[in-house]
């Protein structure tokens, strides 16, 4: 079992629609959570990270954190096409580094 | 103020040539790291630096070694290069290691082929 799992996409939605984007991690002691966004060809970007179970909000964009079944949203409102890039999941579970998913494929269409 | 940069980035090795990747920030972070990118496979820890004199190793270290030459600076070195080390680099850093606080600054990575 992968430590952090993100389904690979393409997730498809219409401009002004909600993303979902989804991660799942295994570690129950994880501690952090974050989000980056990657462009294709660039690196990741971080947009929110949580630590709190609940919901956190900045902008446009929602992390929603859930320890007890061990999952960590992230919602994109009023997408638009220049959203769409690969979203990362990381994890810190106390031990090393960052622990990466592989990343959703998001695709806004216009 | 340029962040965390990576060089070079762009390189083609022939296996079993050995070659350095620079990284260097300028944030006073304590914390570096090194990740590779293959797809389909996320960012897998190579290497990383807690802090100034310490290194250790990440998920996939073989191949590589690493030098913490200052608070600044981190360089990954591949030996002897494979064509299994044909990834994108990315170098990173962070204020601190624990809890991983604010989360990372990456540079702009390394395309690496090796032929």
């Known amino acids: 079992q992968k430590e952090v799992e993100q389904n690979s996409g393409p997730l498809s939605v219409p401009e002004g629609a909600i993303a979902s984007l989804n991660c799942t991690y295994s570690?129950?002691?994880?501690?952090?959570f974050f989000w980056y966004r990657q462009y294709s060809g660039k690196s990741p970007e971080l947009i929110m990270f949580?630590?709190?179970?609940g919901d956190k909000e900045d902008g446009r964009f929602t992390a929603q954190l859930n320890k007890a079944s061990q999952y960590v949203s992230l919602l994109i409102r009023d997408s638009q096409p220049s959203d769409s890039a690969t979203y990362l999941c990381a994890v810190y579970t106390g031990r090393r580094a960052l622990t990466f998913g592989s990343g959703t494929r998001l695709q806004v269409q216009p | 103020n340029a962040g965390v940069t990576q060089t070079p980035k762009f390189q083609v090795l022939k296996t079993g040539q050995s070659m350095t990747l620079q990284c260097a920030q300028d944030?006073?972070?304590?914390?570096m790291y090194w990740y590779r990118q293959d797809p389909g496979m996320g960012l897998r820890l190579i290497y990383y630096?807690?802090?100034?004199?310490?290194?250790d190793k990440g998920e996939v270290p073989n191949g590589y070694n690493v030098s913490r030459l200052n608070k600044r600076e981190f360089s990954l070195r591949l030996e002897s290069a494979a064509p299994s080390q044909t990834s994108v680099y990315f170098c990173?850093?962070?204020?601190?290691?624990?809890?991983?606080?604010?989360?990372?600054?990456f540079g702009s990575g390394t395309r690496l082929t090796v032929v």
């Open positions: 630096s807690a802090s100034e004199g310490t290194t």
């Open positions: 944030m006073n972070h304590n914390s």
């Open positions: 949580i630590y709190s179970n």
């Open positions: 990173a850093s962070s204020e601190n290691a624990g809890r991983a606080n604010y989360g990372y600054t």
């Open positions: 570690d129950r002691g994880s501690q952090s």
